[in-house]
T-cell receptor, first 113, second 107 residues
Framework: EAQVTQNPRYLITVTGKKLTVTCSQNMNHEYMSWYRQDPGLGLRQIYYSMNVEVTDKGDVPEGYKVSRKEKRNFPLILESPSPNQTSLYFC????????????FGPGTRLLVL | SQQGEEDPQALSIQEGENATMNCSYKTSINNLQWYRQNSGRGLVHLILIRSNEREKHSGRLRVTLDTSKKSSSLLITASRAADTASYFCATIHDMRFGAGTRLTVKP
């Protein structure tokens, strides 16, 4: 089944404790991206990747890092989480940027205390 | 800045009625997509309309695109309670989403 998976689905952590949210897709998509969703603000793009080893900042990249060492995986790293990063995070992929629909993961709900 | 901006922010209708949501965008586009999100879940792609198309249908969905006004609309006909969700538009160019329209369909 074609899908985008994220782990963990729910996470409660404390300020400053590094964490990684994994994202994996099995559709051989070149383009992957991370969004955060906050009430009233819609989805805002954090980072995106056009292909392996090619990443770029989205609209709200501060406090986040990403890497794309393999085509299928695109982890989101919070080196020192802060409470303002409490949010619902989505990973998405598509064949290439601007080419067809994005497929979204189920979301990761993060609470930073 | 957000490329797709949906209007209204919230819409409440009775089952069987039609629901219309609008989307405005800022720059030239190649195509535009509409997505649906059930509460707290990932977005699901509904329909894509290309810049050279004016109207597209998919089941009970009808999407129009007016590139001169930089706007699109999504019409859901004969709505059902299961259509209750948030709806977003996004331009293919930069994959930016607006805040969405929250649709509630009352049984």
């Amino acid at each position: 089944e074609a899908q985008v998976t994220q782990n963990p689905r729910y996470l409660i952590t404390v300020t400053g404790k590094k964490l990684t949210v994994t994202c994996s897709q099995n559709m051989n998509h070149e383009y992957m991206s991370w969004y955060r969703q906050d009430p009233g603000l819609g989805l805002r793009q954090i980072y995106y990747s056009m292909n392996v080893e090619v990443t770029d900042k989205g609209d709200v990249p501060e406090g986040y890092k990403v890497s794309r060492k393999e085509k299928r995986n695109f982890p989101l790293i919070l080196e020192s989480p802060s409470p303002n990063q409490t949010s619902l995070y989505f990973c998405a992929s598509s064949p290439s940027r601007g080419a067809g629909p994005q497929y979204f993961g189920p979301g990761t709900r993060l609470l930073v205390l | 800045s957000q490329q797709g901006e949906e209007d209204p922010q919230a819409l409440s209708i009775q089952e069987g009625e039609n629901a219309t949501m609008n989307c405005s965008y800022k720059t030239s586009i190649n195509n535009l997509q509409w997505y649906r999100q059930n509460s707290g879940r990932g977005l699901v792609h509904l329909i894509l309309i290309r810049s050279n198309e004016r109207e597209k249908h998919s089941g009970r969905l009808r999407v129009t695109l007016d590139t001169s006004k930089k706007s699109s609309s999504l019409l859901i006909t004969a709505s059902r309670a299961a259509d209750t969700a948030s709806y977003f538009c996004a331009t293919i160019h930069d994959m930016r989403f607006g805040a969405g329209t929250r649709l509630t369909v009352k049984p």
